[in-house]
């Protein structure tokens, strides 16, 4: 591809992008309240082993791909196997459209959650569950909340690799260690705290079931941006010198104790209040609110006002990489420019998110889907990217096995990384990526299909 489409400039600020991408909403929204429901420290081991041995070979294989070909994702399928196999790529790309349509709507909630909280008045309200209700029914505010986290992440992606998508992460992501450490410390020195950090860290085994072993691997492998080509893109912007195995491990090492320090700061907080940590998606915009308005007016603002700017930053840095995949993508194989294709695109994706957004009881038909269950239309549209995702892993592991070949990404992982050649790893990778992942993948696919359209508990 032509050089001037850029690069990251550095190894940290690959890493620092990757993990941003990775860590999102997926971490310090759904991670907590997956573990809430599926019984805490039992999944959270679960999600660990997902994380290493399934989700981490994937996430080898992906970079690898785009680091070969130097392109986006349609063009690095099209480029090291043939045209149909572009059409993954393409996949991917759509896969990434939609997602980043409902995300921006939840982003666009934390962001109106900041400014009530920091500076409004919503930690004086009643019943947060009532307000929340009423909060995502209200046209008004999330269409600008929602537009407004659009513009920015439209305003990092066009200014490019390094200017734009390198230099934000480099602020955002040591920022949000910094916070989620802060408010951890926090949590941990309230009433009652302990009793949240056993529920989330000692291993209850028989709370294994199979509807954990499913959430841990979907939320693993959607947490760490994969099967759409997020890592194909960013990994066409890397170095030939770096190590792509050792960084692989870094962006999951780190992706991961992101949301491992999530919940350890979230359970503490929940159970110092007495309050049940499986309420599922609304843990953290009806439970913790609760739990900030009874630390007091000043206390509360800080404290939860740092809790979902935390949430904000998390979201921004993956929603610059979900725009950042289809940018790749139209100034790579369609020559256009990067500024105009960022704005066309936000626009454009920000009118889908549309019917998600009104979904949550503005339009009565789109609240209850008859044809899913009675759920609403952003829950929809969720579920199904997270069934493209992990048809995307899927496939990708064929394509590696059969039509790029083994050999091929071993000499790809061999650049940069002078004793692969002669690692375990190396074997790790081939069993994992032609057997393991794709069996697995495909296994899980057919179970969120029964789940999302038959219920799984009904079939288990
Ligand atoms: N990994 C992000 C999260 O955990 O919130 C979500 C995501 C971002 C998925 C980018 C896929 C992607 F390409």
Redesign the pocket.
Known sequence: MSSNRGNFSSRIGFILAAAG???????IW?FPYLAGQNGGAAFLLIYLICIFLLCFPIMVGEIAIGRAAGSDAMGSYTKLGNKRWGYLGLFGILA?VF?LSF?NVVAGWAFGYFLEISFGDLLSEGDFGSFFGAYVNDISDNLWFSLGFMILTALIVSRGIQKGVEAANKIMMPSLYVILVALIIYSLTLPNAMAGVKFYLIPELSEIKVQTIFDGLKQAF????LG?G?LITYGSYVSKQQNVVSSAAVISIADSSVAFLAGLMVFPLVFSQNMSPTEGPALVFMVLPEVFSDMGPILGRIVGGGFFLLLCF?ALT?TI??LE?PTTYLVDQKKLKRTTVVWGLAILIFIIGLPSMMSQGMIPALNQLPFYQGRDFLTFIADMCDLT?TIGGCLMCIFITYQWKVKNMDNELAIGNAGYMSSFLRKYLHFTISYVCPVLLGILSILIILDKFFGLSNIF
């Open positions: 991408s990775a860590v999102g909403l997926g971490n759904r990434g997602i995300y959607f947490s760490l941006s759409m997020a998390a993956s990489s979900l995949v995702l």
